[in-house]
């Protein structure tokens, strides 16, 4: 489905841009999410995780542009990445308290996504009933 292709491939450039955004700024990226970069350890880490585990997130969920049968596992993959940052998300905004916008903003994103994951992997499903 073609629909889902498009969500997963915007989902994709999101993580690339990120990603990109991570490595290329860490001091920014980190303080706008309230981290406090140690040096040498701190950025490493920041720049792996954040840099490169997003950037490689975006590659991932741009598969299905190339292989239009990737699209269902990738579609799961999303709704649990997604699913599973709402939960935690979630337990952490009644843990914690000082959260600055951009959490904020993150949280919405990662609910936006979440529930238009679900929604196309529900209409997935209801297509295979059909047939």
Same mark, same amino acid.
């Given at each position: ?21 991570? @490595? ?10 309230? &981290? ?14 954040? +840099? ?17 049968? &990737? ?16 939960? &935690? ?7 914690? #308290?000082?959260?600055? #916008?951009? #959490? ?7 609910? @936006?996504? &979440? ?9 997935? +499903? ?6």
């Amino acid at each position: 489905m073609q629909a889902i292709r498009f969500f997963l491939a915007f989902v994709g450039l999101c993580y690339l841009t990120l990603g990109v955004w991570c @490595a290329a700024a860490p001091s920014q990226t980190s303080n706008s999410v309230g &981290f406090d970069l140690q040096k040498g350890s701190g950025q490493s880490e920041f720049f792996t995780v954040y +840099g490169g585990v997003e950037f490689a997130w975006g590659l991932i969920f741009l598969m299905p542009l190339l292989w239009g049968e &990737f699209s269902k596992p990738l579609l799961i993959a999303c709704v649990l990445i997604h699913g599973m940052s709402v939960v &935690f998300r979630a337990i952490s905004l009644f843990l914690f #308290t000082g959260m600055g #916008t951009t #959490t904020y903003v993150l949280a919405g994103v990662e609910w @936006a996504i &979440f529930l238009i994951s679900a929604g196309l992997l529900a209409y997935m +499903g209801t297509l295979r009933e059909a047939t």
